[in-house]
C-alpha cells in the first residue's frame, strides 16, 4: 500500500504497484481498473490516479479508448541489430525485496525497466523460489540475478546456461560476468562542488549505518582529504533505516551543535527530504543558509522544493548493461570481466554559496 511517511511522491509508489499488478495480474488486451476503483483501493486523489495513469500510458503499460476503459498492452523492447526475437529472458525477485522499502522499489524497478526495454524477446520475472525450482530444473536459459541471495549463487556452481549477475549491493567485487556501479566519484564531484564551487569548509554528513553506505562515507573523507579540511567525528550522523523521519532526526542533531554545518550530505534522496524539513523547522532556508546535496536521484528529487542536488546511480544504465553482457555471453560462451558503471552529480537548487 502507499506509503505517507517515506518521502516518496504517492504517484510514484502507485506507479510500482500498479506496474507488479499487472505483471502478476493482468494478460495483454485485459480491461484494467477504472480511476475510481483505483481511488478507492488505494485511497489516494483523483490527481495521484491521473498523473499515474498518464505515465503508465506514456510508458507503453495502457491504451486507453475513449468510451471503453483502460486496457492492458506491454512496453516494447527495443529492436535487435539482427531483428530476431531472443529466448525468452529470466529476472529474479528475491525474498527479501519489499515494496515497503523506500528505496527498493526505485531501484529494481528502474534496472528492471532498463532489462526489459534494452531485450528483444519476453522477459519474465520470477519470484524467489521460481528462480530456485527453474534453476534446479535447468528450465532457465537466459538470466539475469540481482543481487542474489546466497541459495541462488549455490546453485550457480556448475551452472551451464548463460546468466548475467547485477551486483547492486557490492558483494561480488571483481566477479567475472557481472554490472556494478562505483559511488565514489559522484560524490568526489559533489564535494568538490561544495567546497571549491561553492566554499563550503564545514561540511555534514547524514549516513547509513551500514556496509552498503561505505563507500560513500569514503568518497565524503576522501573530499575532505582533497581540500585539507580536517574530519571531525561530530559532523558525522550515522542512522540505522533510510525513512525520511531518521533523516529529519539526524539534521535536528547536526543543527544543534555550537558550529553547525553550512552544508549537509545525505547518502540518500529520501533521508535528504527529512533533513530540508528538519532545516526548514529550525528556521534555516535551502540554500541560502544551509546546502543540502543527496545520493540516488529518484523519481521526484527535481520536483522537491528546492529541486535536489544529488548524485545518480545509473540503474536503468545497469539494467541494459546487463542485457548487454548477456548477448555478448551467448556470443562469446567465455567468462566477461566485471563491468562497472559510474554514479555522476545532479546540479539543482538545493546548494548555494557558504553563509560568510
Known amino acids: 500500500m502507499i506509503n505517507r511517511d517515506n518521502g516518496i511522491p504517492k504517484y510514484l509508489q502507485l506507479k510500482d504497484i500498479l506496474k507488479n499488478k499487472i505483471i502478476s495480474d493482468y494478460r495483454p488486451g485485459s480491461k484494467f481498473m477504472t480511476e475510481q476503483e483505483l481511488m478507492h483501493k488505494y485511497?489516494?486523489?483523483?490527481?495521484?490516479?491521473?498523473?499515474?495513469?498518464?505515465?503508465?500510458?506514456?510508458?507503453?503499460?495502457?491504451?486507453?479508448?475513449?468510451?471503453?476503459?483502460?486496457?492492458?498492452?506491454?512496453?516494447?523492447?527495443?529492436?535487435?541489430?539482427?531483428?530476431?526475437?531472443?529466448?525468452?529472458?529470466?529476472?529474479?525477485?528475491?525474498?527479501?525485496?519489499?515494496?515497503?522499502?523506500?528505496?527498493?522499489?526505485f531501484i529494481k524497478n528502474e534496472i528492471h525497466r532498463g532489462i526489459i526495454n534494452n531485450y528483444n524477446g519476453a522477459v519474465r520475472i520470477l519470484d524467489y523460489h521460481e528462480t530456485i525450482a527453474g534453476m534446479k530444473e535447468e528450465k532457465i536459459r537466459n538470466l539475469i540475478l540481482l543481487d542474489p541471495e546466497s541459495e541462488l549463487m549455490d546453485l550457480l556452481q556448475g551452472y551451464d546456461n548463460k546468466c548475467v549477475i547485477i551486483d547492486h549491493n557490492h558483494y561480488f567485487k571483481g566477479m567475472p560476468n557481472t554490472i556494478s556501479y562505483e559511488q565514489l566519484s559522484g560524490v568526489y564531484e559533489l564535494m568538490s562542488l561544495l567546497i571549491d564551487s561553492l566554499g563550503h569548509r564545514r561540511i555534514g554528513m547524514i549516513n547509513g549505518?551500514?556496509?552498503?553506505?561505505?563507500?560513500?562515507?569514503?568518497?565524503?573523507?576522501?573530499?575532505?582529504?582533497?581540500?585539507?579540511?580536517p574530519f571531525e567525528d561530530e559532523l558525522v550522523v550515522k542512522v540505522d533505516k533510510g525513512s525520511e523521519n531518521y533523516g529529519y532526526d539526524a539534521m535536528k542533531k547536526l543543527l544543534s551543535l555550537k558550529a553547525r554545518p553550512t552544508a549537509v550530505f545525505v547518502d540518500t534522496d529520501i533521508k535528504a527530504v527529512g533533513a530540508i524539513e528538519a532545516a526548514r523547522d529550525s528556521g534555516l532556508r535551502v540554500p541560502e543558509d544551509i546546502s543540502v546535496a543527496g545520493f540516488d536521484d529518484i523519481p521526484g528529487a527535481g520536483e522537491l522544493e528546492p529541486p535536489l542536488t544529488t548524485v545518480k546511480v545509473p540503474c536503468y544504465d545497469i539494467g541494459r548493461a546487463g542485457v548487454k553482457m548477456l548477448l555478448r555471453l551467448a556470443e562469446t560462451n567465455t567468462e566477461l570481466p566485471q563491468e562497472v558503471l559510474h554514479t555522476k552529480l545532479i546540479i539543482r537548487n538545493s546548494c548555494g554559496k557558504a553563509v560568510k
Open 43 to 105: 485511497n489516494v486523489s483523483c490527481a495521484t490516479v491521473a498523473h499515474t495513469m498518464k505515465d503508465l500510458t506514456e510508458e507503453g503499460y495502457f491504451v486507453r479508448k475513449r468510451g471503453s476503459g483502460t486496457f492492458i498492452q506491454i512496453p516494447a523492447a527495443a529492436p535487435s541489430s539482427d531483428n530476431e526475437k531472443l529466448p525468452e529472458l529470466f529476472i529474479n525477485i528475491n525474498k527479501k525485496d519489499k515494496l515497503s522499502d523506500p528505496l527498493n522499489w
Open 209 to 229: 549505518n551500514t556496509r552498503y553506505h561505505s563507500d560513500r562515507f569514503a568518497a565524503y573523507q576522501i573530499g575532505l582529504r582533497t581540500y585539507d579540511i
